[in-house]
């Protein structure tokens, strides 16, 4: 196996956003000097990385990291372990494994994250239903009657080739670090709110490496396809601001973790393909957690102290009268002035998803004025599959 390159993770500015560790992930189990490491999966990363109370369960040294390397704002430069086995399925080998030192707000409950970069040379079976991934020998056979698309191999991340007779196919990136579900290109986002002009919205805001902090509109669909795709039962996001990142492609879709799992998935990396079969509609309660406030607040230039407000149009925050541009002050009795600081205070997810009927204090500054709302969160998605 390889050495990996420096690697820089951005995650205070995340913790603004979203709780990044959360629990509803696709876990992998890997052999760490000799002992069993859970791992999330994310098909839109580079690297296996370690945490650092990972690394400590596992009993690995820790080396800090150079002195001389500097870290990106809002970010880290990890350390890395002792050199230690690894043991992916039936592959093996040893190397020093980059650990990542978590601020002390966040209490994850993996013990590191494994990427696309490791698991391209591999048969990977997804079971979504379990939400486990494995390694295959190879493609079982009832796999090789499900829908097949092509792996883009210039791709750092897993992109999948949408079958099409056009010169330049487009590209689908499967990203199962995301918690969201569909994130559409423009053109096609266009389209599809065109076609669902009255579904809900509320607002989700995510930090990406090299861009910053992305404040990006969410609906929610019973049915979507992309191709021979049929996903039911999923949020459906645009994804405008990514779509820098495709140069040269004709990228229609991102698909994060909530879309991921109403499919079945054989990735047979070696040769370049990714089967799929699609679920019917799923049943039960919906525990999607969203932002039920129907706005957020994020640093105006992605870099200042001060949180300021983004809000959909007839949400619930919008009814409570809060408006874009006003600054958050007070959440309740806990001044957010202090969220770089203060460990109480992020991720602020936290306070938007809790239940419907949640009544939120809040200390806004809009102009020279200070102004003190309630806004009450509402179920903005169906609290039931086929509701």
Request: overall charge negative; hydrophobic content about 40%; some cysteine.
């Given at each position: 196996?390889?050495?990996?390159?420096?690697?820089?993770?951005?995650?205070?500015?995340?913790?603004?956003?979203?709780?990044?560790?959360?629990?509803?992930?696709?876990?992998m189990?890997?052999?760490?000097?000799?002992?069993?490491a859970?791992?999330?999966?994310d098909?839109?990363?580079?690297p296996?990385?370690?945490?650092?109370?990972?690394a400590?369960?596992?009993?690995?040294?820790?080396?800090?990291?150079?002195?001389?390397?500097?870290?990106?704002?809002?970010?880290?430069?990890?350390g890395?372990?002792?050199?230690?086995?690894?043991?992916?399925?039936?592959?093996?080998?040893?190397?020093?494994?980059?650990?990542?030192?978590?601020?002390?707000?966040?209490?994850?409950?993996?013990?590191?994250?494994?990427?696309?970069?490791?698991?391209?040379r591999?048969?990977?079976?997804?079971?979504?239903?379990?939400?486990?991934?494995?390694?295959?020998?190879?493609?079982?056979?009832e796999?090789?009657?499900?829908?097949?698309?092509?792996?883009?191999?210039?791709?750092r991340?897993l992109v999948?080739?949408?079958p099409?007779?056009?010169?330049?196919?487009?590209?689908?990136?499967i990203?199962?670090?995301?918690?969201?579900?569909?994130?559409?290109?423009?053109?096609?986002?266009?389209?599809?709110?065109?076609?669902?002009?009255?579904?809900?919205?509320?607002?989700?805001?995510?930090?990406?490496?090299?861009i910053?902090?992305?404040?990006?509109?969410?609906?929610?669909?019973?049915?979507f396809?992309l191709?021979?795709?049929?996903?039911?039962?999923?949020?459906?996001?645009?994804?405008?601001?990514?779509i820098?990142?495709?140069?040269?492609?004709?990228?229609?879709?991102?698909?994060?973790?909530?879309?991921?799992?109403?499919?079945?998935?054989?990735?047979d990396a070696?040769?370049?393909?990714?089967?799929?079969?699609?679920?019917?509609?799923?049943?039960?309660?919906?525990?999607?957690?969203?932002?039920?406030?129907?706005?957020?607040?994020?640093?105006?230039?992605?870099?200042?102290?001060?949180?300021v407000?983004?809000?959909?149009?007839?949400?619930?925050?919008?009814?409570?009268?809060?408006?874009?541009?006003?600054?958050?002050?007070?959440?309740?009795e806990?001044?957010?002035?202090?969220?770089?600081?203060?460990?109480?205070?992020?991720?602020?997810?936290?306070?938007?998803?809790?239940?419907?009927?949640?009544a939120l204090g809040l200390?806004?500054?809009?102009?020279?004025?200070?102004?003190?709302?309630?806004?009450?969160?509402?179920?903005?998605?169906?609290?039931?599959?086929?509701?």
């Amino acid at each position: 196996m390889d050495q990996y390159p420096r690697l820089v993770l951005l995650l205070v500015l995340s913790c603004l956003c979203s709780a990044t560790l959360a629990a509803d992930r696709m876990m992998m189990e890997v052999t760490i000097a000799g002992r069993t490491a859970h791992l999330a999966l994310d098909t839109a990363a580079e690297p296996l990385c370690l945490f650092d109370a990972g690394a400590r369960r596992l009993g690995l040294e820790i080396e800090p990291p150079a002195s001389d390397v500097p870290a990106a704002p809002g970010g880290v430069v990890p350390g890395r372990t002792e050199e230690c086995d690894i043991a992916i399925g039936p592959n093996s080998g040893r190397l020093r494994l980059p650990v990542v030192p978590l601020p002390g707000y966040i209490e994850p409950d993996v013990d590191g994250l494994i990427g696309w970069d490791v698991l391209r040379r591999f048969v990977i079976r997804i079971d979504a239903v379990h939400q486990k991934v494995s390694v295959a020998n190879q493609v079982p056979p009832e796999a090789l009657n499900w829908p097949c698309w092509k792996i883009r191999p210039d791709a750092r991340r897993l992109v999948v080739e949408i079958p099409t007779h056009e010169p330049v196919p487009e590209t689908i990136m499967i990203d199962t670090g995301s918690p969201s579900g569909v994130m559409l290109a423009p053109q096609r986002w266009q389209q599809w709110t065109e076609a669902h002009p009255h579904q809900p919205a509320t607002l989700d805001a995510s930090f990406f490496p090299g861009i910053g902090i992305v404040v990006s509109e969410e609906r929610w669909a019973r049915t979507f396809a992309l191709g021979e795709m049929a996903f039911h039962e999923v949020p459906v996001g645009d994804y405008t601001a990514m779509i820098q990142h495709f140069p040269g492609q004709r990228h229609a879709a991102t698909l994060g973790l909530r879309a991921v799992r109403r499919l079945s998935w054989l990735i047979d990396a070696p040769n370049g393909k990714v089967y799929f079969q699609s679920h019917g509609s799923p049943a039960g309660p919906n525990t999607y957690e969203y932002n039920r406030l129907g706005a957020v607040f994020v640093p105006g230039d992605g870099q200042g102290d001060v949180l300021v407000a983004h809000v959909v149009q007839g949400g619930p925050a919008h009814r409570a009268g809060i408006r874009d541009g006003d600054r958050l002050l007070r959440i309740d009795e806990l001044d957010v002035t202090k969220w770089r600081t203060d460990p109480r205070i992020l991720p602020l997810s936290r306070f938007w998803s809790r239940p419907a009927g949640t009544a939120l204090g809040l200390g806004l500054q809009r102009d020279e004025k200070t102004l003190d709302v309630t806004a009450v969160l509402e179920d903005i998605f169906p609290t039931r599959f086929g509701n």
